[in-house]
């Protein structure tokens, strides 16, 4: 091989080399593209969770409303909707009380904000958490009393699109209904019971599932130990949503 030769090899492989380097760069930069663009992405819907979940609670107050109330919920993008769901109070004969009391349910992607028996929940799964809790009371003594609050949300308007604000607008009336002295267990109807079962857990209840009419959500069912007074309090929310 001459010098010439050799110094045309080395320029080829010099060009070569500098051509795999801005591939390998072209490469590792669309694939940090990808990457900061899922971060923000995936920041902005945990963004919205966070603020439908603040929404939420401030819109919707069935124990301390009463009349017409009015709140605010924002998010940049996603679905609120509501689902048809059950609470039931049950005794030892079976279902003593069944209460229509509907979620209200935000998504955006993988994100998920429910408001269920006036709790709030954020998550999908066994991941979920309860960031508010359901207006039920039982005393501490197992011959006490048991106050089981049932907000029934409507049926709102579905809503969904981009930079959304929009107003849920709520008429809340009480009725208040005595059931009597006997043993009592509280079903709540969910697709996220790990959430509920923690909750009941921590106050000491046990809990088992059951599916009581038959279309694939189980109930989360906790007993109440004891014989106690209980009264079920349907707060009817009536809620409406109304352009912000």
């Known amino acids: 091989m001459t010098p010439s030769d050799a110094s045309g090899d080395r320029a080829q492989s010099h060009v070569v080399g500098v051509a795999l380097l801005l591939g390998i760069a072209v490469v590792s930069m669309a694939g940090l593209t990808a990457s900061v663009g899922t971060l923000v992405q995936e920041?902005?819907?945990?963004?919205?969770?966070?603020?439908?979940?603040?929404?939420?609670?401030?819109?919707?107050?069935?124990?301390?409303?009463?009349?017409?109330?009015?709140?605010?919920?924002?998010?940049?993008?996603?679905?609120?909707?509501?689902?048809?769901?059950?609470?039931?109070?049950?005794?030892?004969?079976?279902?003593?009380?069944?209460?229509?009391?509907?979620?209200?349910?935000?998504?955006?992607?993988?994100?998920?904000?429910?408001?269920?028996?006036?709790?709030?929940?954020?998550?999908t799964g066994d991941g979920a958490r309860m960031v508010e809790r359901p207006p039920f009371t039982a005393s501490r003594a197992a011959d006490g009393v048991l106050v089981v609050g049932a907000p029934r949300v409507g049926d709102p308007a579905t809503v969904s699109g981009r930079e959304v604000s929009l107003t849920l607008r709520t008429n809340v009336s009480h009725e208040r209904v005595e059931l009597g002295d006997g043993e009592y267990r509280l079903g709540v109807e969910t697709r996220t019971p790990a959430a509920w079962e923690r909750y009941f857990s921590e106050r000491g209840r046990e809990t088992t599932r059951r599916d009581f009419d038959d279309d694939g959500v189980e109930s989360v069912v906790a007993a109440y130990d004891g014989t106690r007074t209980a009264y079920l309090v349907v707060h009817d929310l009536r809620t409406e949503v109304e352009d912000a």
Not at 52 to 57: K, L, Q, S, T
Not at 67 to 95: C, I, M, N, Y
């Open 43 to 123: 920041n902005a819907a945990g963004a919205d969770a966070a603020r439908v979940a603040d929404g939420f609670d401030a819109a919707l107050e069935p124990v301390e409303a009463t009349g017409v109330h009015r709140g605010e919920v924002a998010f940049a993008d996603g679905t609120l909707r509501s689902e048809s769901r059950e609470l039931r109070v049950l005794d030892r004969g079976g279902v003593d009380r069944e209460v229509e009391i509907g979620a209200l349910v935000f998504e955006a992607g993988d994100r998920r904000v429910t408001y269920l028996a006036g709790a709030v929940l954020r998550g």
